[in-house]
């Protein structure tokens, strides 16, 4: 079986998959890298040239060789090759469960959790539904219709895309100009508007593994440089500090990385997840659930692999493992 990472996307998390593919090449070195492009062709590339890639977060990654066609001839050749797919994908059709689904009706082994899962897990909407029925604390959705209203009562708003991803078109809501701003984004795709809710922010991991258990990873607690934990707070700004484990009382962790736990079985995760939560003076409120998150030396899923003592290489030739086993099933 020929390992694979696939890398990139059509989506605006591409950035951050070519700086997730460089740690999963540096891990899995012997794997064949295929980039897939902004324009749905996928390309052979090399080490070197993503390696070379300097700036990741910033400016598009080129793969310097012609294309072997679009994503689904791309499918039908890691068929054909009997290819194993490590994701380092994220967001847009990697994520909610497009991507998955064609490679369940051709039997590629892929890394991750299957379609529906991913499909649900990508509708922020959709997975605190899901995530209550569990038992988890999540805030409350906001109609766009009655935003100024709880504007007006709560203080503090926040609202962000249901499908999508790393911070992307967040918008914090503090005075009744701001939710122009959100009626202007809501044009364009779906909205999520919920209070502000105060308090630290946190995401736990959970992980798969090769035994069929699945536990829970040490909480990190986030220190945005200033203001929220945006794409900018996430991969760019020096400053934002992000603490592995978290300072939390040990019964706030327990109550994290429970609720975690939960979140990724009532969504019926597999493989590995990460659910991102703000401590409250209640106590945890659920965010959402990440199926492909980060892997970059700068992603909070590694830095919370490392705390708990487990090698990147090993996590990842784990979840390789558990990838070809459900292939035979």
Sequence with gaps: MRITILFGGTNKERLVSVASAQALHQA?????????????????????????????????????????GAIEHALDRAQSENRLLVLGLHGGLAENGELQAMCETR?????????????????????KRFAAIAGV????????????????????LIAKPVKDGSSYGLIFVNARQDLAAVRNAARDEEYLIEPFVAGVEATCGVLERLD?????LPPIEIIPAEGGFDYTAKYLAKATQEICPGRFAPEISAQIMQQALKAHTALSCRGYSRSDFVVSAKGPVYLETNTLPGLTKASLYPKALKAEGIEFVDFLRDQITLAARRAQK
């Design 28 to 68: 899995l070195p012997e794997a064949d890298l295929w980039f897939w492009d902004a324009d749905d062709s996928v390309h052979e590339t090399q080490p070197a040239t993503l390696l070379g890639h300097a700036r990741p977060f910033e400016e598009p990654f080129k793969a310097g060789t012609p294309a072997i």
């Design 107 to 127: 039997g590629i082994p892929f890394t991750g959790s299957g379609s529906a899962a991913s499909h649900l897990a990508f509708d922020k909407v959709a997975a």
């Design 137 to 156: 604390t999540s805030p409350a959705g906001i109609a766009l219709e009655d935003a100024e209203k709880a504007l007006a009562e709560h203080g503090r």
């Design 212 to 216: 069929g258990s699945v536990v829970t």
